[in-house]
């Protein structure tokens, strides 16, 4: 739980999964998505509850659970003078990747990212796509357990967004994914599990989740509907005017 302002709050958030489960927080700007992200990386300490990664505890070991997280977030934690080879070293450095297997895990992070085109070039020159490839490439350098991205589509064309889904979908045979974005065609496409989030909660989830009912699929596109549509989970209640009462109606009441 992180309390975020006084009538805001991010609470009753249980995640639990396992390498190839690549799961989609789904939800709309202000769900509480980022937050929930931000905490699981460690970025933002929780102010309630219990976070694990590999089998380490974020607040009790953070140092071991860090080394099996890898994070994207919103914006990029990229230095656009640098070479995308250059920063990939660098990322895995931090990351305390040996020395003797640094080259191969930044090759390893440039081919699964698909970036030995561009792995001479400067970052700042390369485009928005490609920046994201970088962002998530020094995500996963260190060959992490759990990998979080947050919205990473965001701002691609139709074309980079079609090669970022693939890119995570493959990732997922490696590692466990999370994932946040505000399109359902995205989550339907990339994931093996959604989860729904509004006003800081999981309201609805595939997996199921405490408070809350397992959905099938088709469900879960009617509930995210309507909280497009009206800003809740569930539809508002159609009520009808009171229609003109009929002759018969009529003859009943004066009687």
């Not at 990473?152 to 090669?163: K, N």
Request: hydrophobic letters at 40%; a positive charge; aromatic letters at 4%.
């Amino acid at each position: 739980m992180r309390q975020i302002s006084p009538t805001a709050r991010v609470a009753d958030v249980t995640l639990s999964l396992r390498q190839g489960d690549v799961l989609g927080l789904l939800g709309l700007n202000g769900a509480g998505k980022s937050t929930t992200l931000k905490m699981l990386a460690g970025v933002l300490v929780p102010d309630d509850g219990h976070i694990e990664i590999a089998g380490f505890s974020l607040a009790d070991d953070p140092l071991r659970a860090r080394a099996k997280l890898g994070y994207l977030p919103d914006t990029p934690p990229l230095y656009p003078d640098m070479r995308v080879n250059a920063y990939l070293k660098l990322a895995a450095q931090l990351r305390k990747v040996p020395k003797r297997e640094l080259k191969t895990a930044v090759n390893h992070a440039i081919d699964r990212c698909d970036l030995s085109k561009v792995a001479t070039h400067r970052i700042a020159a390369l485009s928005k796509g490609f920046r994201q490839r970088v962002g998530l490439a020094q995500a996963i350098v260190h060959k992490p357990s759990l990998i979080l991205l947050d919205e990473p589509s965001s701002g691609l064309d139709p074309h980079q967004m079609q090669s970022m889904r693939e890119l995570i979908k493959n990732l997922g045979e490696e590692a466990a994914v999370i994932f946040s974005t505000h399109l359902l065609p995205e989550a339907v496409a990339v994931c093996n599990h959604i989860a729904v989030m509004h006003n800081g909660s999981i309201v609805a989830s595939e997996l199921g989740h405490p408070n809350t009912q397992a959905l099938k699929r088709e469900e879960l596109d009617t509930l995210f509907a309507n909280l497009v549509q009206f800003g809740t989970p569930k539809a508002p209640v159609q009520t009808l005017k009171n229609p003109s009462p009929t002759h018969s109606e009529k003859d009943a009441v004066d009687a």
